[in-house]
């Protein structure tokens, strides 16, 4: 059974940071592709952030220069570092995971982060 399981969300001051975990239960030796997302309530799902399996790396301009996305030594888990937070920042952030080979993803089911002012 496949999963993903997000994990660091919390509530953190502006100005804070949080690292965010993607792990799923897949192989290390099969090529993925981790994608965070956000989701805001009232708004449409955001991409926030991208690494694919050969590692190259995509960020949406709100973030970029805060946050970086990295893949652990485990290659099960993808880490999310977000720094320089913001309380436009708060959202449930998602992570999806996509395998080389495999028509579907596979979806966590969120980990909340809240930025007070």
């Known amino acids: 059974q496949m999963q993903v399981v997000e994990s660091g969300g919390g509530l953190v001051q502006a100005g804070g940071s949080l690292r965010l975990s993607c792990a799923h239960s897949d192989s290390v030796f099969e090529i993925n592709t981790i994608t965070w997302y956000r989701r805001i309530p009232g708004k449409q799902r955001e991409l926030v952030a991208r690494i694919s399996g050969s590692d190259t790396t995509t960020y949406a301009d709100f973030v970029k220069g805060r946050f970086t996305i990295s893949r652990g030594n485990a290659k099960d888990t993808v880490y999310l570092q977000m720094n320089n937070l913001s309380p436009e920042d708060t959202a449930t952030y998602y992570c999806?995971?996509?395998?080389?080979?495999?028509?579907?993803?596979?979806w966590g089911q969120g980990t909340q982060v809240t930025v007070s002012s």
């Open positions: 999806n995971v996509a395998f080389f080979g495999v028509a579907r993803t596979y």
